[in-house]
């Protein structure tokens, strides 16, 4: 195999679990509350859009989002089996009772749209609305409120991100987050997938979904200075119609740097890297058996089918 074999391969961690996407499964891994490793599979459907640059962006991260809650619930469940609930009160049982997939599907759909619109609010509404509160405090031009902006975005990014690893469960979803790229860095680099052979190897990867996010903050400080400043509600409404635009250069250039290997695309992966300083925790020999079970079904039989 090439020394710089990169693959497509790839997935997201889970509560107590890790899912991995293959060419063309998926398999969802889960360490149950007695030890042993609950695995389920699915198959991956390739559409139109896959090939449409800029719009594969979007699409994929609606799709993303959507998979991500069903397999984020289904392990969940899986970890928390046998454990002790409160009593249901008459509104769960009722829920319980009645709803059925169709009802399921749509209320995962809200919860969906809910975190869409939270990450709205805080990087696109809430940066812009604070500074154009100061600015009526403290008068500055245009590209210092663009520059101000921009620092404000990126500070709220950070620490919502450091308020994530101080939750415990939230680090251990961390720590599969780094038995994931571990795993994904030893079969990149032709090893024998394991245990031994996963713990030697980074925990941070250029293709994830960490570098995605920051850079999709980077490139909206860019995108969005040349709008104008004439309100800020009105500021705010262009971002909202600019969005998929900037969604779609993002996933570009996250799919140009990950297969480039010019000082350039080094560059560009950079601030991903440190990003996942935060989202990313050295992971114990058993989150990364787990890891090796949801990796191990997805690999295809030839690894040039899988390369990125």
Known sequence: MPKEFRTSV?????????????????????RRPDGTIDLSYDTVHTHWYNKVPLVRG?????????KGYQYLMRAADIAMEGETEPAESKFDKWLEDH?????QNV????????GVALALFLFTFLPTFLTGVISQVVPMGRWPRVILEGVLKMAIFLVYMFLCTRYKEMHRVFEYHGAEHKTIACYEAGLPLTVEN?????????????????????ISIFLYAVLPWT????????????????????????KWAGRSDSLLSHIVSQPGLWMQRL??????DSMIEVAIAAVTPVLPENREDGRW
């Open 198 to 218: 996963i713990r030697k190897q980074s925990r941070f990867h250029p293709r994830c979904g960490t570098s995605f996010m920051i850079l999709v903050i980077i």
């Open 58 to 66: 979007v699409c994929n991260m609606v799709e993303n989002l959507y």
């Open 99 to 103: 709803m059925g997939p169709a009802v």
């Open 279 to 284: 989202t990313t925790f050295e992971p114990d």
């Open 107 to 114: 209320l995962m759909g809200v919860a969906v749209v809910a």
């Open 10 to 30: 790839g997935g997201q961690a889970l509560m107590e679990g890790i899912m991995m996407r293959g060419p063309e499964k998926i398999c969802c891994a889960v």
């Open 231 to 254: 309100s800020t509600g009105l500021r705010i409404v262009y971002k909202l119609c600019m969005f998929p635009l900037l969604v779609g250069i993002s996933y570009e250039v996250l």
